[in-house]
């Protein structure tokens, strides 16, 4: 579910209203008895929480697609702006400076796009398009959007399929070319405080979207142009004893290779129900349409509005992923044993990221673009990660300013390539 919250400043109105748009794990889930589980402290402490996990029976469509049974969960109505512990220590502050930015230092007419993370791809984006129809009506105008992370791919879906809802967009840190996805929730799952339940890898399993954000096979946003590929899997065993890259072939929409690999719910040769193995293959069919709709854009490139991306350089990883074939899961390749690995399994070579998302990730498919480096990504700039895309505040701000400049200069509401020609990569 998704809920809308307005905040109008004074003197916003001469510019288009601003949604901002969240991405994985960006906003609250209550449970349908009023239970927050996603974020709350007494989760955190694992003192007072219900599971995150959704049903995991699916229903055809009368299009054809997938529907997964809904749980009874709602979202809040505004992402996770500044988490708090005791209510003045900040434990985690994702998009507060952006919210106090464009409310008090230059005000707009501000809202928010939030959804449950754990949903379908295809299902997230019917509602942030839904979304957007409702703020164009209420506002006379399509909004400006900035979006981070995972939320990025539903903003490219709009842009394929009504690209007239939205005046101009920000995409931070997108996940468009998604390698593995999200595997590593589904191997590991991920501690929230001192509860090591609430996002296990059990729950992961069943959520749609973990099984749909991974690049599909030969994607082109994986190919370096030179014959190699990026981020490819490779047997860790033949690495180490061999010095050999040697990729392992899978495609992330085939069930068989989850089940031949062992991955997801069948770790560790783990036993896989019926109603697992076909949500499981709902999920893979819906991500896999979902993905093919982003590739194969094909509108002209003067039906979009003007896009700009801002992305992070200042961090570097090695350029695949060590695979264990005899446990069938990723072997860590960073944290406290990343120096002893880097040298049994040495770096080929290596990939500029934010911290989190590789660089040829946050580039859109078959839209045309302007790209902005986030000025204080890296250790050498101030530290910023990933998640702090959303608090480049001014740049954010300046790249909006040229967004509607572009806009301006449109003729007949198209924005010609001229206008975007003097892309700037900072």
Known sequence: MSRQTNKVAPDSRSRPPLVLMHGLM?????????????????????????SLKLPTAWSKRDDGRWAQQHDGSTV?????????VCGCISAQNYMGEADDFFLNVEPRRLSYFTFDW?????????????????????????????????????????LHRC????????????????????????????PVGLNTKLVDPQTVAT??????????????LLDAGDGKRHMELVDAKVLKEQQELRPIPVDWYDV?????????????????????????????????AFQRML??????????????????????????????????MLIESHGKHAAALAKSHPFTETVETDGTVPTFSAIPHSVPHTVHVARHNGPDRGGGHHINLVDECEQLHEILEELGEA??????????ASALARASKR
């Not at 959520?207 to 082109?220: E, I, K, N």
């Open 26 to 50: 960006g906003s609250s889930i209550t449970n349908k008895a009023g239970i927050t589980s996603f974020v709350s402290i007494k989760a955190a402490l694992n003192w007072r929480w219900r």
């Open 76 to 84: 809040s109505a505004e992402p996770i702006l500044d988490v708090k």
């Open 118 to 158: 754990r949903r379908d791809c295809w299902e997230t984006t019917e509602r942030l398009e839904a979304h957007l129809r409702k703020v164009k009506e209420e506002h006379g105008e399509p909004p400006q959007i900035i979006v981070h992370s995972m939320g990025c791919n539903f903003v490219l879906a709009a």
């Open 163 to 190: 690209p007239e809802l939205i005046h101009s967009t920000i995409l931070c840190g997108g996940t468009f070319g998604g390698c593995i996805g999200f595997y590593h929730l589904v191997q590991r799952g991920m």
């Open 207 to 220: 959520w749609a979207c973990v099984y749909q954000v991974a690049s599909p096979p030969g994607d082109p």
């Open 256 to 288: 068989a290779d989850w089940e031949r690999l062992k991955l997801g719910p069948w770790m560790g040769g783990a036993t896989v129900s019926a109603e697992m193995r076909a949500h499981v293959v709902a999920a893979l069919e819906n991500g896999k």
């Open 295 to 328: 590739r194969e854009g094909t509108r002209p490139a003067g039906e979009y509005p003007p896009v700009a991306v801002l992305l992070g350089d200042g961090y570097e990883r090695r350029n695949h992923y060590l695979w264990d074939m005899e446990k069938g």
């Open 407 to 416: 806009k301006a200069k449109a003729n007949g509401g198209r924005f010609t």
